[in-house]
């Protein structure tokens, strides 16, 4: 059973700062593409960042230059350091990654995490 789970997020004023920590447990053989989306309440799942197993990166145009995605390959766990918060980042942040077992490969989602930004 493959599971990611996500810790790290919470309440802080608008300037702040949090960091978001996803680790994946379970029986795998590796885990290729990780990343953080966000859902805010009355909007779709979007994008926030994006990592590749050589460490290329991706970003919203909406947090480029405030956060950073990071990941261990050795430990499974991908991090996402959010500065300079804004009231609009406000929403629940869930871990992605893509990975393969023996038998098969597929995303996994973690439960989330709630980040609220308050002005």
């Known amino acids: 059973q493959v599971q990611l789970v996500e810790s790290g997020g919470g309440l802080v004023q608008a300037g702040g700062s949090l960091r978001l920590s996803c680790v994946v447990s379970g029986t795998i053989f590796s885990i290729n593409a990780m990343g953080w989306y966000r859902q805010a309440p009355g909007k779709q799942r979007e994008l926030v960042a994006a990592i590749t197993t050589g460490g290329s990166t991706n970003y919203a145009d909406s947090v ?38 023996r038998w098969d490969r597929r995303n996994y989602w973690g439960q989330g995490t709630q980040v609220t930004v308050s002005s």
């Open 64 to 101: 480029k230059g405030r956060f950073t995605i990071s990941r261990d390959n050795i430990k499974n766990t991908v991090d996402l350091q959010m500065n300079s918060l804004k009231p609009e980042d406000t929403a629940v942040y869930y871990c992605n990654a893509d990975i393969s077992r």
